[in-house]
């Protein structure tokens, strides 16, 4: 018999606050240029690619989950960055 995973706990009402906090997107957010972060990530996506070329079965899903990831990612940031662009012209 398979133990059943435990309930996350709720948290209370103003405490889930800390979730909300994500060091990495602020630090680019803020930063002056975001062309060093682009270069890694784009040479992370070459290697990946690389993997789904030459690979086949796990390595290949892991990769494509990878590649999915930071997909979704940058379109996260495009989005923070058109938002903090759009509030900084407002004020």
């Not at 002056?32 to 796990?58: H, M, W, Y």
């Amino acid at each position: 018999m398979k133990a059943e995973p435990k309930a996350q706990p709720v948290p209370a009402k103003g405490d889930d606050i800390g979730w909300r906090h994500f060091p990495e997107f602020e630090k680019l957010l803020s930063a002056e240029s975001q062309a060093p972060f682009l270069s890694q990530v784009e040479k992370t996506c070459r290697q990946l690619n690389d993997i789904l070329q030459a690979s086949s079965g796990a390595d290949k899903i892991r990769a494509q989950a990878a590649m999915t990831a930071y997909g979704r990612s940058l379109d996260l940031l495009r989005l923070l960055t058109e938002m903090r662009d759009r509030s900084a012209e407002e004020k």
